[in-house]
């Protein structure tokens, strides 16, 4: 579906474009009017968008579990290694944040197949999951719970602590992935109209 037609179908001119873009690559939300085309449309899709499968590892097992909610967050680590005289960033950590409701879900995952204690070279690379689903590549250690937005906040800052000193991984700092990590989940609930006290608000300032 062109932009054009996208933005017929949310009830504006065929010249709206821009607004249209706006939507899809700004994060410009649109209004609740402009939406109800699609929504009637694909409801069903969108519902089924936010039923997430993840590979869980506990007390020594693997399984499934559904999880409901939306993705607001997907944060990765990276290492680099070198392979035949060529720069590689391989993804070897991510967190996943979810919402449901009023709720949050903080999912962090490892790459199938990586040890911490194994130096990632060209050999210990062809022992990480390749899959062509993305998703299937990763693991998560125990099963998430659902928290607040005081408790998602503090485990997102906590997390970046540890990212930065290196007690997340002996293997790396990763200093400014953590302050990224903070950054986009504030980000995103600043631009839900969620208030947030550790930001500081100049737009009213004289």
């Known amino acids: 579906m062109r932009n054009e037609d996208i933005a017929v179908k949310a009830g504006l001119s065929a010249k709206s474009v821009s607004l249209v873009s706006r939507w899809l690559n700004d994060g410009v939300l649109a209004t609740e009017r402009q939406m109800r085309f699609f929504v009637k449309e694909f409801g069903e899709q969108l519902k089924r968008k936010s039923e997430h499968l993840l590979t869980i590892e506990q007390d020594g097992k693997q399984f499934f579990i559904k999880l409901t909610g939306d993705l607001i967050v997907k944060h990765v680590l990276r290492e680099r290694i070198f392979v035949n005289r060529k720069q590689l960033n391989i993804a070897i950590h991510r967190f996943l944040i979810f919402r449901k409701g009023d709720n949050y879900y903080i999912v962090p995952q490892d790459r199938k197949g990586f040890d911490s204690n194994r130096r990632l070279d060209n050999d210990s690379l062809n022992s990480l999951s390749h899959c062509d689903s993305e998703d299937a ?15 998602l906040l503090k485990c997102v800052d906590s997390l970046a602590l540890e990212l930065a000193e290196g007690r997340f991984s002996s293997r790396n700092k990763y200093v400014y992935s953590g302050q990224e990590l903070q950054f986009s989940i504030r980000r995103y609930l600043m631009g839900e109209g969620i208030h947030l006290p550790d930001v500081i608000d100049i737009s009213t300032q004289n």
């Open 137 to 151: 590549n990763w693991i998560s250690k125990g099963v998430p719970k659902l928290l607040s937005l005081d408790e």
